[in-house]
């Protein structure tokens, strides 16, 4: 199978390492907290804010994972221009 190359422009490249480094440092921690502070109100089984950070956890990090892929599979591409 032949391997996927994903070519991205210089300024695209530096975006997706911000995206990615935003999501790992300041949105993770965030939904950890709201994890903690939904579990700290008691039941599990009957808490709404429990359940939504559980699942906006899981869709944050199948983002960051989809975000890493594309990462690794990654190379900037050169642009060439001729003047004519």
Do not use: W
């Not at 502070?37 to 039941?43: C, L, P, S």
């Amino acid at each position: 199978m032949a391997k996927e190359i994903i070519y991205l422009t210089a300024e695209g490249y530096k975006k997706l390492k911000d995206d990615l480094d935003h999501m790992r440092s300041v949105e993770r921690p965030a939904i950890s907290a709201a994890i903690a502070e939904a579990r700290d109100k008691g039941d599990l089984s009957e808490n709404a804010e429990y359940d939504a950070a559980r699942e906006a956890q899981g869709l944050l990090e199948m983002l960051i994972a989809k975000l890493e892929e594309t990462n690794r599979k990654s190379t900037r591409a050169r642009c060439r221009f001729s003047r004519g």
